[in-house]
């Protein structure tokens, strides 16, 4: 194994979004042709998505895909880890609507994360999952690509 991809978490509001364009998109197709636009629009949020990929010599990747197949591949800048770090974690994020923030409210989510840290205490998110499995599968894979300690907090 020369390397390990990590497809970056896709935002319940992406989902949405994307889900109402094509259905709005199919409902105007019967009656206008501007619909087929719109189903194309979103199919490509629902399609369009990121992922880190982390190289045994650290020429590392980031790549946008379709379909899961990469259209444009970028280097991407990753701190060298001294230790990589699993543990679970709350992100919590303001669900306010436009300017008016008495109708919005903050939600939070809860995550498994894949960290790397180095000697200074830095450290860097690579990558979360709602799937515990998923991050202790990944992040030892991760720490036996790069020759590092994995401290795993989930087994605690």
């Known amino acids: 194994m020369n390397s390990i991809k990590f497809k970056e978490y896709k935002n319940t509001k992406a989902k949405f979004l994307g889900?109402?364009?094509?259905v709005f998109g199919l409902l105007i197709t019967l009656v206008e042709p501007i619909g087929l636009l719109l189903i194309l629009?979103?199919?490509l949020i629902l399609t369009i998505n990121t992922e880190i990929e982390i190289f045994k010599d650290f020429k590392n990747k980031y790549n946008?895909?379709?379909f899961s197949k990469t259209i444009i591949s970028l280097e991407k800048k990753v701190m060298q880890p001294d230790y990589i770090s699993l543990f679970?974690?709350?992100?919590s994020r303001a669900n306010e609507f436009s300017s008016v923030?008495?109708?919005?409210?903050s939600s939070t989510y809860?995550?498994?994360?894949?960290?790397?840290?180095?000697e200074n205490n830095r450290?860097?998110?690579?990558?979360?999952?709602?799937?515990?499995d998923e991050?202790?599968?990944k992040g030892k894979q991760l720490a036996e690509l790069l020759n590092v300690e994995l401290v795993n907090k989930l087994e605690d």
């Open 41 to 43: 629009v979103g199919t």
């Open 64 to 66: 946008i895909t379709i």
């Open 135 to 137: 991050v202790l599968e």
């Open 88 to 91: 679970g974690q709350s992100f």
């Open 19 to 22: 889900i109402s364009v094509l």
């Open 101 to 105: 923030a008495a109708l919005g409210s």
């Open 110 to 118: 809860d995550f498994y994360v894949i960290r790397f840290f180095n």
């Open 123 to 132: 450290h860097e998110l690579i990558f979360k999952s709602r799937k515990r």
